[in-house]
């Protein structure tokens, strides 16, 4: 998700330099945040990832011939256990089924 406006400038001020923060909910969820100073706006990610590959029989009714991963805070040792095991095993699916308004 994309923030209009900055956390870290609401909550302690401006320092001009992008930084990794976590944000947590009222249920305990932590959640990342990646300022963008040089627009002044946060790219906040999920807490779990979003797994499409759990679908993939049903894809491939779609004749999709090509899959992306898009990784954005996972480790070295998350991506090699990502390719061994073929995608992860658990996750979200986002608004796949849902769809957006």
């Not at 930084?19 to 946060?42: A, I, K, M, P, W």
């Not at 090699?80 to 796949?96: A, I």
Request: aromatic share 10%; proline share 1%; hydrophobic share 25%.
């Amino acid at each position: 998700m994309i923030s209009a406006q900055c956390v870290r400038k609401t909550v302690e001020g401006c320092r001009k330099n992008a930084q990794s923060l976590t944000l947590e909910n009222g249920f305990q969820d932590n959640f990342r945040v990646q300022t963008v100073c040089r627009y002044c706006y946060n790219v906040i990610y999920r807490n779990t990832p979003v797994n499409l590959l759990l679908y993939k029989a049903e894809q491939k009714n779609r004749n999709l011939k090509v899959y992306r991963y898009q990784l954005t805070t996972e480790t070295s040792e998350d991506i090699k256990r990502l390719f061994q095991t073929k995608g992860y095993q658990t996750g979200e699916e986002g608004r796949y089924r849902k769809g957006m308004e």
